[in-house]
């Protein structure tokens, strides 16, 4: 299922404001690297000297951290790629259909977590819209377009379709034609495992931001105040750049999905077309493969259906569109204040 994060990071520029406005101790290191078809950048706080001996060297420390953090990603990547042959979720699109496959702990979870997503949706985000996604952009990479393949069949896509066995740590398909597309939760899922990496790691505070899609903990310390990780932006979903609403955020994980860059690229995968709202849905959660699903099975809902849906259930919710030559905002109430940009 593929997804377009429209977040704009502004964090470089809030925290040369803020260490500039403010002295501080903090210091941070910052790394970027390619990982599974996109940019993850890596803001992390360097802790204080210590006063003991054993840690006579925090900045190296972090350094380290932060590239066991990339490690991690790649590792999500090597079992949750779909365009990779050889990794754990193609073999299961293989051969799952067959009998039941044995799936490592973490992709067993991995699945179970995007699974149970799907059944809170009931199917407007579902990973199993392989046959689909796999249809529209031919496969490649990162999802870099290709000569697309003849269109997907519509009644091989179903969560329910999947059986999964917690006892035996197994997955089978009821269908042959099912496959399993990482692409509306992998990256959050990959998010939370560098998170949790750096945090044991003794990092204080951190933002990641993989593809536009953002991962924080300790926003709210000194340290990820003064390095600005407790604010964030979102953009007006029309490829122009602009800033079309600031916010303070939390720990947790924002995600935002639309259609700008390619339209039609998210699928409805109970229609098996393309999802019929244009704009920008964005999601706050406690992690980011939550966040990652949410925004995916929102953005399909559309504001109407996505709203009531969100309400009900209490999530941060924040719906962009254009109407009439104007931006159009529509909030869920558990959303942050917000500021919002002149049209």
Known sequence: MLRLSLCLITASGLAVA????????????????????????????????????????????TESAVERAFDAVAR???????????????????????????????TWRSLSAALSVAAETEGAFDPTVGPLT??????????????????????????????????AGTLFFERAEATLDSGGFGKGEALDRAAALLARAGVPAARLNFGGQLRTF????????????????????DLSGRVACRFSTGDGSLSTSGDAEKPGHIIDPQTGRPAAFHGSASVLADGGLRADALSTALFVMGPARGLAFAERRGIPVLFLWQSGGQWTFRASRAWPPTHFEEN
């Open 18 to 61: 803020l260490v500039g406005g403010a002295p501080s101790k903090a210091t941070r290191v910052r790394r970027a690297r390619y990982l599974m078809g996109t940019v993850l950048e890596i803001d992390a706080a360097v802790p204080p000297p210590s006063q003991s001996f054993a840690d006579p060297d925090p900045r190296g420390r």
């Open 218 to 237: 300790g926003s709210r310390s000194p340290a990820g105040r003064v390095l600005g990780f407790d604010r964030a932006a979102i953009a007006a979903p």
């Open 134 to 167: 796999g249809a529209l952009h031919g496969g490649g990479e990162g999802g870099e377009t290709q000569e697309a393949r003849a269109p997907g069949d519509p009644s091989a896509v179903g969560f329910r379709l999947v059986r999964l066995d917690a006892g």
């Open 76 to 106: 999500v990547e090597e079992r949750l790629s779909n365009w990779r042959p050889g990794s754990e979720l193609s073999r299961v699109n293989r051969s799952a259909a067959r009998g039941p496959m044995c799936l490592s702990r973490e």
